[in-house]
């Protein structure tokens, strides 16, 4: 009983503990960033089965009806990837990078704006996704003054 005590008492050392805690962060980014490949694979599948139907369905090839949900697919992926990436980077350097989240989020934001039915929306959403793609850019302009002065 008192070796299983002490055990205890050493394992929850503030630097024991930190250790335990890193590696279940680095078991759950690659289990995310598995299931992310996953899940891009299965956007890209439907993507590809999507436009076979689109161009070999009567009537053919016109992407006329439906070139904002392919957009917006593609736009998915995209932003697929990009989660992809922040997930790998926090691996490789155990930190989150801020640019690829703000990058990301200008991806969703413009994806969103892409696909805005005007005839839906009223004009405070649009003036909301205009001051967010703002301060977004803003963000993404402080960020990258940042890095450069720190590289430098």
């Known amino acids: 009983m008192k070796k299983l ?9 503030d630097e024991n503990f930190m250790h335990v805690i890193e590696n279940i962060e680095v078991l759950v980014s690659k289990a995310l960033s598995i299931f992310m490949v996953i899940v ?18 009567a009537p053919y090839g016109t992407f006329n009806t439906t070139l904002y949900k392919i957009f917006g697919l593609f736009l998915n992926i995209l932003i697929a990837l990009e989660i992809l990436e922040n997930i ?9 990078q801020v ?5 990301t989020s200008l991806i969703a934001v413009a994806r969103k704006i892409i696909l805005l039915d005007f005839d839906k929306v ?21 960020i990258r003054i940042s890095n450069s002065k720190d590289g430098s």
């Open 5 to 13: 005590l002490r055990r205890i008492l050493v394992t929850t050392r």
């Open 40 to 57: 891009i694979l299965v956007a890209i599948t439907d993507l590809g089965i999507f436009i076979f139907k689109e161009l070999f369905t």
């Open 88 to 96: 790998t980077a926090y691996l490789r350097k155990h930190v989150f």
């Open 99 to 103: 640019e690829l989240v703000i990058v």
């Open 122 to 142: 009223g004009g405070l959403d649009i003036i909301g996704l205009g001051i967010a793609i703002l301060s977004l850019s803003i963000s993404y302009l402080i």
